[in-house]
T-cell receptor, first 114, second 111 residues
Framework: AQSVTQLDSQVPVFEEAPVELRCNYS??????LFWYVQYPNQGLQLLLK??????LVKGINGFEAEFNKSQTSFHLRKPSVHISDTAEYFC????????????FGTGTRLTVIP | DGGITQSPKYLFRKEGQNVTLSCEQN?????MYWYRQDPGQGLRLIYY???????QKGDIAEGYSVSREKKESFPLTVTSAQKNPTAFYLC??????????FGPGTRLLVL
C-alpha cells in the first residue's frame, strides 16, 4: 500500500529565506509524485509533478522539487520565499497504472514571517 | 473559461438530513473524484468515477453516495448515516495525464 509522510506539520521561515518542505513516500512500484498548494478556504492548486524523466522538476511560483528514488523522497524547495507563499502544501503520490487515485500526506503549513 | 465548480460554498445540515453537494466540470475529463479534508489531515478519498454510469468506493465511502449520469457532473450526497459530516469537501477531475484538478470546495457544517 502507498503512503506519504510529510515530516513537518508547520514550517516558519523569514521572508526572502530559502525553504525546504520534506516529503517521503512508500511504494513497491514506480510512482507519480505531486505537490499541491492550498490557500485558506480554497481548493488545491498544482505546483509541480514528476511523471518520468529528469528528477529535478520545476513548477510555478519559483518552486522546484527533486525526485530521489533511492531515498523515496520528493522534497519541495524555493530559494527565496515571499509573504504570498504562506499556505498549506500537500505532497501526493499515485501509481501509473490503475485508477489514478492520489494518496496525500497530512500537509505542511508554511508561514512566511515579514 | 474551463474549470471545476462546486456549490454551494457553505452548506448547513440538520441532524438526520441528507444533503447534496454539487460538482460540475467543463474540462471534458473522464474521471472525477470526491475528497474529504479535516483539519490537520490530508485529503481522503470518498468516491471516484472513471467513466459515466460507473463509480467506485474510496477509503471512507460509508455514509456517502454518488451518481454519475453525465460526464460533466458528479454530485455527492451526505446521508444521515454519516455521523461526523463536518468537513471541507473537494471535488477533482482528471484525464489522460494523471493530473487531478480541484474545485474550490464546499464547507459542510452541522447545525
Amino acid at each position: 500500500a502507498q503512503s506519504v509522510t510529510q515530516l513537518d506539520s508547520q514550517v516558519p521561515v523569514f521572508e526572502e529565506a530559502p525553504v525546504e518542505l520534506r516529503c517521503n513516500y512508500s511504494s513497491s512500484v514506480s510512482v507519480y509524485l505531486f505537490w499541491y498548494v492550498q490557500y485558506p478556504n480554497q481548493g488545491l492548486q498544482l505546483l509541480l509533478k514528476y511523471l518520468s524523466g529528469s528528477t529535478l522538476v520545476k513548477g510555478i511560483n519559483g518552486f522546484e522539487a527533486e525526485f530521489n528514488k533511492s531515498q523515496t523522497s520528493f522534497h519541495l524547495r524555493k530559494p527565496s520565499v515571499h509573504i504570498s507563499d504562506t499556505a498549506e502544501y500537500f505532497c501526493a503520490v499515485s501509481e501509473p497504472t490503475g485508477a489514478n487515485n492520489l494518496f496525500f500526506g497530512t500537509g505542511t503549513r508554511l508561514t512566511v514571517i515579514p | 473559461d474551463g474549470g471545476i465548480t462546486q456549490s454551494p460554498k457553505y452548506l448547513f445540515r440538520k441532524e438526520g438530513q441528507n444533503v447534496t453537494l454539487s460538482c460540475e466540470q467543463n474540462l471534458n475529463h473522464d474521471a472525477m473524484y470526491w475528497y474529504r479534508q479535516d483539519p490537520g489531515q490530508g485529503l481522503r478519498l470518498i468516491y471516484y468515477s472513471q467513466i459515466v454510469n460507473d463509480f467506485q468506493k474510496g477509503d471512507i465511502a460509508e455514509g456517502y453516495s454518488v451518481s454519475r449520469e453525465k460526464k460533466e457532473s458528479f454530485p455527492l450526497t451526505v446521508t444521515s448515516a454519516q455521523k461526523n459530516p463536518t468537513a471541507f469537501y473537494l471535488c477533482a477531475s482528471s484525464h489522460g495525464d494523471e493530473t487531478q484538478y480541484f474545485g474550490p470546495g464546499t464547507r459542510l457544517l452541522v447545525l
